[in-house]
């Protein structure tokens, strides 16, 4: 089984920077390498797709809204993804879920549907 924990989330003012990390835990997890996203929900809104990863982690996929100012990054030997976001904007506010893939799907995808495994999520609130 693979358990999935967000941190970093916060109160930011605009302009400002927060990154958030999914930490994976979970006896499958240390063996393999995981297809890994960020998704996000704001209040009153269907989830939505932020960035994704592949296993590997050579190859990314960026919401186009945010693709200027969000990074995503993995660490696997620690069994961590990251999301830089920087320059944030109100309508950046909503909590952000950290997600996996299966084991044989080691491409990145923006489709919650294609993801098996996810995190509680992390509020983030923009705002001055």
């Known amino acids: 089984q693979v358990q999935l924990a967000e941190s970093g989330g916060g109160l930011v003012q605009p302009g400002g920077s927060l990154s958030l990390s999914c930490a994976a835990s979970?006896?499958?997890?240390?063996?393999?390498?995981?297809?890994m996203g960020w998704f996000r929900q704001a209040p009153g809104k269907e989830r939505e797709f932020v960035a994704g990863?592949?296993?590997?982690?050579?190859?990314?996929l960026v919401r186009d809204s945010v693709k200027a100012r969000f990074t995503i990054s993995k660490d696997s030997a620690k069994s961590t993804v990251s999301l830089q976001m920087n320059n944030l904007q109100p309508e950046d506010t909503a909590v952000y879920f950290c997600?996996?893939?299966?084991?044989?799907?080691?491409?990145?995808?923006?489709?919650?549907?294609?993801?098996?495994?996810w995190g509680q999520g992390t509020q983030v609130t923009v705002s001055s």
């Open positions: 990863i592949s296993q590997s982690g050579d190859s990314t």
């Open positions: 997600a996996a893939r299966g084991l044989l799907q080691p491409g990145v995808s923006a489709a919650s549907g294609e993801y098996r495994y």
């Open positions: 979970g006896r499958t997890f240390r063996t393999y390498n995981f297809a």
